[in-house]
């Protein structure tokens, strides 16, 4: 079992940035394989980023690609969500989540752990 807990939302203006946390604990961190999503009011939960056990490698969906950017630190235990140029479409409750697979997936049903989310909000 993995315990996850966002932290780092908030109100923002537009063009503005954030940085978004995630602390793991309860298993060894860098046996997992993290992904940041998002979930708008009345929309679908959507991918937004991954990163490697190691680091090394990383996907991002379009719409942030060039102005988000995942990263870790296995010694503390932490993801990373730096979000930069924010936009009122990027206005979201913001999940952490971990995958045992050892293939990194952007894919929401493969990962197994969740936080209980992060509110970003982005005035126009």
């Known amino acids: 079992q993995v315990q996850l807990v966002e932290s780092g939302g908030g109100l923002v203006q537009a063009g503005g940035s954030l940085r978004l946390s995630c602390g793991a604990s309860g298993r060894t961190f860098s046996n997992y394989n993290m992904g940041w999503f998002r979930q708008a009011p009345g929309k679908e939960r959507e991918f937004v980023a991954a990163?490697?056990?190691?680091?090394?490698?990383?996907f991002y969906a379009d719409s942030v690609k060039g102005r988000f950017t995942i990263s870790r630190d296995n010694a503390k235990n932490t993801v990373y969500l730096q979000m930069n140029n924010l936009k009122p479409e990027d206005t979201a409750v913001y999940y952490c989540?971990?995958?045992?697979?050892?293939?990194?997936?952007?894919?929401?049903?493969?990962?197994?752990?969740w936080g209980q989310g992060t509110q970003v909000t982005v005035s126009s």
């Open positions: 990163i490697s056990r190691s680091g090394g490698r990383t």
């Open positions: 989540a971990a995958d045992r697979d050892v293939v990194l997936v952007t894919t929401i049903h493969r990962y197994d752990y």
